[in-house]
Each structure stands twice: as structure tokens, then as C-alpha cells.
């Protein structure tokens, strides 16, 4: 492989040249300019993205850690971020953990060694240590969906009203006229799964249904945890006439397990899902769902974070996005006007 010294060589120009012109450090002359960029086309040279790091102190470099890429809904957030950095000329190192504590720690490391300019992160749901390394990267970090609390160095963050987003999911499913309203959760303890199931119960408070007392179960944010999950709701001694699903991955499986039991839906059961993944109009029926705004949130976080790279903003800024209902055909009228 072709080294700057063998370029320098070849052009008959100093090193310090070839590296202004690769650089575009100061200005060499038309005549010298030529010679150099010949040489580099003749051997076939390519420089050292980490040599010129280590002297500009930028590698145009982001990174961004999510806990599942094989959730779409992280997927969609992913293509919005890299189309983002792209266009301002910058590049993402993604790291999947997989929602596993230890991954994610090893994966931090790895990116502060990459001299990464600034970070992106998805969190794992349950990792104590997750604020201490972020306050030891000491590099601009945007945090996505999910809350971290780092007192020497505040983060920005981006995240979904996700309490408006079950507010709207249940209150579209009373207005339906089902008053028997199920919830599937996400993981226990996950900011954004217990905002959504407050908002179900707050919407039912609202309606004088009660609190969803002995009608709330738990999936894994997953096809295969709603699966399960449905089942156990449809052998509830009195089951619901509606389920409100915390995510789209999950109703997908519901729907699966209502079909499986010969329940049409939506003609004897309603079920509407959250984040609005691109697979949810190609359901069978079409998935009702609350919108997240996917390709906002991902660009927004570029946006922030280049502010903090470039020097133009110091405090932490927290934007919080508004979800939006999406009626397709997986709702519809309470069937026999259930109470």
C-alpha cells in the first residue's frame, strides 16, 4: 500500500506538501497541486482517516448505540440518522447491545478508542453503570427515547410524549365504545413501556372506567412476547373487547394469537398498536397505531448533536415530539355495544 512518502516521491514535492494538498491545509501552487494529485491517482494512495484525526482532532465520525436491531421501529430511527449524517458529510459506527448491560458497556469503550465525535444512544433497559461511562466519554451525547440522569454532564435528549400516545390509543378505543380495555406492556421498569400503560390507565380514569385493575399483562417488546402475551389475556375469565399494545412488534404477535383462537378482529376485538413501524399498514387487518415520528426524531438528534460539536450550543436541550393516531382497520365499534 502506498505510503505519503512514496506519493511525495513520485510528484518530487516534500511530504509536508502532499500533506497540505490531501489536507487542504494551506495553498500549494497549481503546478505542485497536479503533480501530487497524480501521484496519489497513480499509486493509488489513500490516507489515513485516523492520521488526520489526530490532527485536526475530528474524525467526522458519529456513534450510535441501539438495544435491537432487529425491532424496525430502531431500524427506521437508524436510516433517518445515517441519511442525516450523510448529507453533513459525516459517518455512524452502530453498535447493536442486544438489550444486554455488558455489551453495551464493552461497545462504549470501543467507540471512545474509534475517537468517535459525538454519540447517539438507545439504552439497554436496565444498566446502573450506563451514567458513569457516558460522564467519562466527556464527548456531546444525544440520548433517544429513554431518560438518563447524568449530573456532570447533562445530555440532550429526543424522546415521543409516550403518555399522550396511550392517552390517545385508549381514548380512540372509548370512543369506539369499548369500555372492557386490556393493555400489553412492554418490559417492567422501561420508562417508555410505563409512560404508554399510564396513559391507558389515565384514559380510562378519564372515562370513569376504572384504573385497568387485573387487565394489564407484559410482553418484551417483541412478536413472539405479544404472542404469548395475547393468549394469556383471551383466557382471562371475562375477556376484553379491545387491547391496547404497547408497541407495533407486539400487536403483531397478538394479532397472530387472536387469529389462532378464531377471533376476527377487529369484529370481536380491537387492537390498536404504538410507533407505527412502515410493516404495520400490511397486517391483516392493517394495524391501528399511535405514530411515532421516526424520521424527526432521528434527524433531530444529528441536529443536536452537531450543535454541540460545532460549538454553537453548550446546555442540554430536551425536545419532547407529540405521537399521532393512525385509524387503519384493526378498530372498530365495540361489538354488540359491549359496556
Known amino acids: 500500500m502506498a505510503t505519503i512518502k512514496d506519493v511525495a516521491r513520485h510528484a518530487e514535492v516534500s511530504v509536508t506538501t502532499v500533506s497540505h494538498v490531501v489536507n487542504g491545509t494551506r495553498r500549494v501552487s497549481p503546478e505542485g497541486r497536479a503533480r501530487v494529485e497524480a501521484a496519489i491517482r497513480a499509486l493509488g494512495y489513500v490516507p489515513s482517516a485516523i492520521a488526520r484525526s489526530l490532527k485536526s482532532n475530528n474524525t467526522r465520525t458519529l456513534g450510535m448505540l441501539i438495544p435491537n436491531s432487529s425491532n424496525p421501529y430502531f431500524a427506521e430511527i437508524v436510516h433517518s ?8 458529510g459525516y459517518n455512524v459506527i452502530l453498535c447493536n447491545t442486544n438489550d444486554e448491560a455488558h455489551r453495551q458497556g464493552s461497545y462504549l469503550q470501543v467507540l471512545a478508542e474509534r475517537r468517535i465525535d459525538g454519540l447517539i444512544v438507545v439504552s439497554t433497559g436496565h444498566d446502573a453503570t ?4 457516558l460522564a467519562g466519554l466527556s464527548i456531546p451525547t444525544v440520548l433517544v427515547d ?6 456532570e454532564q447533562p445530555c440532550d435528549l429526543v424522546e415521543t410524549a409516550h403518555m399522550q400516545g396511550g392517552q390517545l390509543a385508549t381514548r380512540h378505543l372509548l370512543e369506539q ?7 400489553i406492556g412492554g418490559p417492567v421498569g422501561l420508562p417508555p413501556s410505563e409512560q404508554r400503560i399510564a396513559g391507558w390507565r389515565a384514559a380510562l380514569a378519564e372515562a370513569g372506567c376504572g384504573h385497568g385493575d387485573g387487565l394489564l399483562w407484559h410482553g418484551n417488546f417483541t412478536s413472539q412476547g405479544g404472542y404469548d402475551a395475547m393468549h394469556a389475556v383471551l383466557r382471562a375469565p371475562e375477556p376484553p373487547t379491545a387491547v391496547f399494545v404497547c408497541n407495533d412488534l407486539m400487536a403483531m404477535g397478538a394479532l397472530c394469537a387472536a387469529h389462532e383462537r378464531g377471533l376476527r378482529v377487529p369484529e370481536a376485538l380491537s387492537i390498536v398498536g404504538f410507533d407505527d413501524i412502515e410493516l404495520a399498514a400490511f397486517t391483516s387487518p392493517p394495524l391501528t397505531t399511535v405514530a411515532q415520528p421516526k424520521q424527526r426524531i432521528g434527524a433531530l438528534a444529528v441536529d443536536m448533536l452537531l450543535e454541540r460539536i460545532d460549538g454553537k450550543r453548550q446546555e442540554a436541550r430536551q425536545v419532547m415530539l407529540q405521537p399521532e393516531l393512525r385509524v387503519r382497520a384493526s378498530t372498530a365499534r365495540a361489538p354488540g355495544g359491549a359496556a
Open 81 to 88: 440518522v445515517e441519511d442525516r449524517c450523510f448529507g453533513a
Open 130 to 133: 450506563l451514567p458513569t461511562q
Open 146 to 151: 429513554r431518560e438518563i440522569e447524568i449530573a
Open 177 to 183: 365504545g369499548h369500555r372492557r380495555i386490556a393493555c
